[in-house]
């Protein structure tokens, strides 16, 4: 019988239970002691009065903690709702009071933001955990939480086609929707991994580094690597050299991290002296790598591939294979081996190749739906296809191409930046009348945030771009700000009143048809 997900690591430690599943720091957890250690989160879990179907949020840095709770919901039932870092307290009291969360579990050093969150409007959290640190009042330190759950076999009532996750994702609303993922979209995610050219296996190592709250931190190998019953080095956040150095010691065979990730590593000035010979595989995604990050890591006899995924596939969609990574630069390659694609025009008839038109795709990792939107859900799936967003083209290899995004999304160090969200907190500065917000290129970081606004007359003095950056974050995560801002007279729209964003890219960002290219 298949458990779901977190039978997963119970099968690995009857299997060869001796294996290690993660490393952190100078500690090893074979899969023998995490199956019995999610096993006792199962349990204290279920002692706080969670059942099958509660959701459990988790504010967590990559660490084994938020996999042990994970997996520990999982044995459950339980939905997992993992939540950006880097948002603010109201963006993560929205999700919480959205999710219906029952149970919080957060990071010392993220105290404050979660604290913030509980008061916001809707939040009806019932039981807090701080992990990292000493409980405070009304919380339960996770050491504690953890000695109270019984060390015993747990084995739930988990359905393959039972909810694991709610994996927010910004939406055209401003708001972010709530994006479920099943035990088997986990599943067929992570049998598309292993049908890749190079594939995973039990030997192999990676470290986990891209953000676990973030669908490709875990989707692209932590998941499929516990699947396998291979290794997880984790790492709390990204830092250049100490990754190399884990990299290095522990003698990853495979490693995944966005583009902004592998430019930094690129530019640590004794790269050389890492050695990296037992890399057989590195993986970009969230946007397209720079060919010469590709070539630093060719030259030194590293494969690189790139994977194009969202939050709603689990993620992988397509993989652009080693062999063809340079030759098709700029595609997104191939759909993944259970994966269907189609390009059609916006009567969702199927368009020639080489034709430009919304990507659709269907998959036994395709979500089931956004949580509590029916309308969106509906939206996504007509015709029994998953309608992406994306605008692209498929050539007679089959090789994908996207042009543009038909949500406007920006994509700045693999984080999902939607303007509306942006341009919804900037009409709420009493000196703006108008505003917009559109993507430029970023030799660093792929696309930068830029704002363009029209100052409001009655307000008096023409706010300063210092003062609406600060606006902006004292409202959003860091990463969705505007790193500049114009103030114009006026913004340009066509007969209809619609927005000409092109020309606002072109004058603003100096993009050649108001087109970011990925």
Not at 48 to 58: E, I, N, S, T
């Given at each position: 019988?298949?458990?779901g997900?977190?039978h997963?690591v119970?099968?690995?430690a009857?299997?060869?239970?001796?294996?290690?599943?993660?490393?952190?720091g100078d500690?090893?957890y074979s899969y023998?002691?995490?199956?019995?250690?999610?096993?006792?989160?199962?349990?204290?879990?279920?002692d706080?009065?969670?059942?099958?179907?509660?959701?459990?949020?988790?504010?967590?840095?990559?660490?084994?903690?938020?996999?042990?709770l994970?997996?520990?919901?999982?044995?459950?039932g339980?939905?997992t709702?993992?939540?950006?870092?880097?948002?603010a307290?109201?963006?993560?009291?929205?999700i919480l009071?959205?999710s219906?969360?029952?149970?919080f579990?957060?990071?010392?050093?993220?105290?404050d933001?979660a604290?913030?969150?509980l008061?916001?409007?809707?939040?009806?959290?019932?039981?807090r955990?701080?992990?990292?640190?000493?409980a405070?009042?009304g919380?339960?330190?996770?050491?504690?939480?953890?000695?109270g759950?019984?060390?015993?076999p747990?084995?739930?009532?988990?359905?393959?086609?039972?909810?694991a996750?709610?994996?927010?994702t910004s939406?055209?609303?401003g708001?972010?929707?709530?994006?479920?993922?099943?035990?088997?979209?986990?599943?067929?995610?992570?049998v598309?991994?292993l049908?890749?050219?190079?594939?995973l296996?039990?030997?192999?190592v990676?470290v986990?580094?891209?953000?676990?709250?973030?669908?490709?931190?875990l989707?692209?190998?932590t998941l499929?690597?516990l699947?396998?019953?291979?290794?997880?080095?984790?790492?709390?956040?990204?830092?250049?050299?100490?990754?190399?150095?884990?990299?290095?010691?522990?003698?990853?065979?495979?490693?995944?991290m966005v583009?902004?990730?592998w430019?930094?590593l690129?530019?640590?000035?004794?790269?050389?002296?890492?050695?990296?010979?037992?890399?057989k595989l590195?993986?970009?995604g969230?946007?397209p790598?720079?060919l010469?990050?590709?070539?630093f890591?060719?030259?030194r006899?590293v494969?690189?591939s790139?994977?194009?995924?969202?939050?709603?596939?689990?993620?992988l969609?397509?993989?652009?294979?080693?062999?063809?990574?340079?030759a098709?630069?700029?595609?997104i390659?191939r759909?993944?081996?259970?994966?269907?694609a189609?390009?059609?025009?916006?009567?969702?008839?199927?368009?020639?190749?080489?034709?430009?038109?919304?990507?659709?795709?269907?998959g036994?990792?395709?979500?089931?739906g956004?949580?509590m939107?029916p309308?969106?859900?509906?939206?996504?799936?007509?015709s029994?296809?998953?309608h992406?967003?994306?605008?692209?083209?498929i050539d007679p290899?089959?090789?994908?191409?996207?042009?543009?995004r038909?949500?406007d999304?920006?994509?700045s160090?693999?984080?999902?930046?939607?303007?509306?969200?942006v341009?919804?907190?900037?009409?709420?500065?009493?000196?703006?009348?108008?505003?917009?917000?559109?993507?430029?290129p970023?030799?660093k970081?792929?696309?930068?945030?830029v704002?363009?606004?029209?100052?409001?007359p009655a307000?008096g003095?023409?706010p300063?771009?210092?003062?609406?950056?600060?606006?902006?974050?004292?409202?959003?995560?860091?990463?969705?700000?505007?790193?500049?801002v114009?103030?114009?007279?006026?913004?340009?729209?066509?007969?209809?009143?619609?927005?000409?964003?092109?020309?606002?890219?072109?004058r603003?960002?100096?993009?050649e048809?108001g087109?970011?290219?990925?």
């Amino acid at each position: 019988m298949d458990r779901g997900i977190g039978h997963w690591v119970t099968r690995r430690a009857f299997l060869h239970g001796e294996r290690t599943a993660f490393v952190s720091g100078d500690d090893h957890y074979s899969y023998t002691d995490v199956d019995r250690r999610t096993d006792q989160v199962a349990s204290a879990l279920r002692d706080l009065g969670v059942r099958k179907g509660d959701r459990v949020a988790v504010l967590l840095v990559n660490s084994v903690e938020f996999m042990e709770l994970l997996l520990g919901c999982a044995k459950i039932g339980a939905i997992t709702v993992p939540i950006n870092v880097r948002l603010a307290g109201p963006e993560i009291g929205y999700i919480l009071a959205d999710s219906g969360a029952d149970v919080f579990a957060f990071h010392e050093p993220l105290a404050d933001g979660a604290v913030a969150a509980l008061a916001e409007p809707g939040v009806r959290v019932r039981h807090r955990i701080r992990v990292w640190g000493p409980a405070r009042d009304g919380e339960i330190g996770y050491d504690a939480f953890l000695s109270g759950g019984a060390a015993e076999p747990f084995h739930g009532d988990v359905d393959g086609s039972d909810v694991a996750f709610i994996m927010y994702t910004s939406g055209t609303t401003g708001r972010p929707k709530g994006a479920m993922l099943t035990h088997d979209n986990l599943l067929w995610n992570a049998v598309n991994v292993l049908g890749t050219a190079h594939g995973l296996r039990g030997s192999d190592v990676t470290v986990a580094v891209a953000p676990m709250f973030h669908i490709g931190g875990l989707g692209v190998h932590t998941l499929p690597l516990l699947y396998a019953g291979g290794t997880s080095v984790i790492l709390p956040s990204f830092d250049p050299v100490g990754t190399l150095k884990a990299m290095a010691e522990s003698r990853a065979t495979v490693q995944f991290m966005v583009p902004a990730m592998w430019s930094a590593l690129t530019r640590v000035p004794d790269f050389d002296s890492y050695d990296l010979s037992a890399l057989k595989l590195a993986m970009g995604g969230g946007s397209p790598v720079p060919l010469t990050v590709i070539d630093f890591m060719q030259q030194r006899g590293v494969p690189f591939s790139e994977g194009f995924g969202m939050t709603e596939t689990a993620p992988l969609v397509s993989i652009l294979e080693t062999d063809h990574v340079t030759a098709k630069a700029g595609s997104i390659g191939r759909v993944a081996v259970h994966v269907d694609a189609r390009i059609v025009d916006p009567d969702d008839r199927d368009l020639p190749p080489d034709t430009v038109g919304e990507l659709l795709v269907r998959g036994r990792n395709v979500f089931v739906g956004y949580w509590m939107k029916p309308a969106a859900t509906a939206e996504a799936f007509r015709s029994g296809w998953f309608h992406t967003g994306d605008l692209g083209r498929i050539d007679p290899e089959g090789f994908i191409t996207l042009v543009d995004r038909k949500k406007d999304m920006i994509i700045s160090g693999g984080e999902n930046v939607y303007p509306i969200e942006v341009e919804q907190v900037l009409f709420q500065h009493p000196g703006v009348l108008d505003a917009a917000v559109v993507g430029g290129p970023d030799e660093k970081w792929g696309e930068r945030v830029v704002a363009v606004v029209v100052a409001d007359p009655a307000a008096g003095a023409e706010p300063a771009a210092e003062d609406l950056i600060a606006w902006c974050r004292d409202r959003l995560a860091h990463f969705k700000c505007p790193r500049e801002v114009h103030l114009v007279a006026e913004l340009p729209r066509n007969a209809t009143g619609k927005l000409l964003k092109t020309e606002l890219r072109k004058r603003f960002t100096g993009v050649e048809g108001g087109v970011v290219q990925r």
